[in-house]
């Protein structure tokens, strides 16, 4: 029997290769391992922190607004005519305050102590139901529930002491939210003047929407979120108030411009009637009023509508009629309509004449009853024979001004009209100016526009241009920009700016000044404004006809702007009436008149020495 053979193998040593790659090996998965150890460590020790605060963070957390406060708006003796109140709403949070109850072996749930106590709290302090209340935290996964709105400080006052206080402070899912309502207290008073804010912080016409971004402040945040012992804790970013506005208006004067337009519109109406107070010596507006007033507590009512719209009519009025109604009756005429001044220009014709030497003062005009003008006759009001200088603006004669502007031509004529403003902004610190308003140039003007536009026709202004140059005609030839704020407030009440006057330029020399006043003040005495003379004070100023476009239509614009006192002029006061309703509408002695009262008012109202006083202080002396 054969044996079988059995083949070994042949026992492999490990070789030095061999032991090189192994050892590779083995020091690479032990820097592996000792890698992920290391990043554990770094994670679970160094980062410890940083990933616990991502893992809180994915939890939830609330911000709030925290509302700033509206910058007020003061009449220039600090007055308040804008303000502001705050109004509180409760917030109750249901998925905070009852969403952690717990259930009993029955199955019903068991009120929190935190529950209990919320519930109590606003059943003592703020007399709520415990039905009003339960149907609050009904939405049990609602974060923010509104409970009761529009709080004032009084009836909050109990329930946020108790929230600051020990108990109230570990109190979860219960908070006050903070809203601020801008007040009127004057109402219709000023309205245009001042404006109003639409949407919380857009301020819309007059001053709230000229300083707009001054009024308004930056809002803050309450930001609510579990800190690292999971516990609810809470920072603040606080909000900045806004800027206050010292206005120029006085509230006085301006109760008294009111005064004596509702009065005027009561007896006579009209389709618009305007007035402007003003400063001569630094462009100040003291006052500002138009007819059509809204109130600015609620100006979007049709209340307002109502006034000056037939219940009919209001009823067919399209949603586009009535926005454009309500534009009409927000529209700040004394800055933003445009009309032919008529009369009341031609005190700048004379000073043009004496500006530029052409008259000297001493000169005679013969009025014929009109001049005839590329084959056109152009009329005078009456047939005022040989007149002196000075009567050509007392008995305010056309013939006169258009023999004054043809010797002058038309290139002079059109470069003191802008020397004055007319044709440009005055850059007043409101909104909707007009600006240019169909001056012509020089070229362009032909011999009938430079004959009519000597006595107020053929070209536009603004009240507020009209009033500025007018002011510069009295006061020795200064010309300041009108403005309507004095000062700026910070948060706290301190003064950040004050906003001086502001000299834009010598319109006439003080001899020219003084000439004009003269010949304004015979006005009164003895001219078209007689009416205007009372005996306490001495005024002067100029009468103003305007017949409106188409011509033939018998429609007018009457005014008239005086000053007083005549020697050294405290205020002037600018009227306009559109197409007076009762009457006619060329009676010019109703904007006399109602200047004539504002002034009187006015003037008693500031305590200026009246002519009596001034008599005894000479006999004194």
Known sequence: MKKRRVRVKPYRRLTGTMSVRLLGILGVLLIFLLVIMGKLT???????DTYKKQVLAQQRYSNTVIPYKRGSILDTNGNVMATNKKFYTVILEPKNIIGTRSKDENGNEIKTDNEIKITAALKKYLDISDTEIQDALSNKDSYYEELVTGLTEEQISDLKKYLKGEEGKSLVGIWLDESYQRIYPNHTLACHAIGFVSDGDIGVGGLEQYYNSILK?????????LNEELEYDSSIEEPVDGKTLVSTLDINIQRITEKYLRKFQKNYGSKNASVLVMNPNNGEVLGMANSKTYDLMDPMSEKNLKKYYKASKLAKMTKQQKSDAYSSIWSNYTVSTTYEPGSTFKPFTVATGLETGLLKGNEYFTCDGGQTVDGTHIGCSHVHGTIPLSDTIALSCNDSMMQMAAK?????????????????????DLPGEASASNVLHGEDMADMDLAT???GQSFQCTMIQLASAFCSLVNGGYYYQPHMVKQILDSEGNVEKNIEKTLVKKTVSQETSEKLK????DTVLKGTAKVAQIDEYNIGGKTGT??????????????FIGFAPDDNPELVVYVTIDEIQKGSQSNTKLAVEMTRDILKDSLKYMDVETNNEKETDQEKN
């Open 217 to 225: 402040g930056t809002e803050g945040r309450r930001y609510t979120y």
């Open 453 to 455: 536009s000597s006595f």
């Open 518 to 521: 003269s010949y304004m003040r």
């Open 42 to 48: 770094y994670l679970g020790i160094i980062k410890k």
């Open 408 to 428: 002058m031509g038309s290139k002079t004529f059109v470069k003191y009209q802008k020397i004055f403003g007319f044709g440009s902004s005055t850059g007043i």
């Open 546 to 559: 305007a017949e409106k476009y188409p011509r033939g239509t018998d429609k007018r614009l009457v005014s």
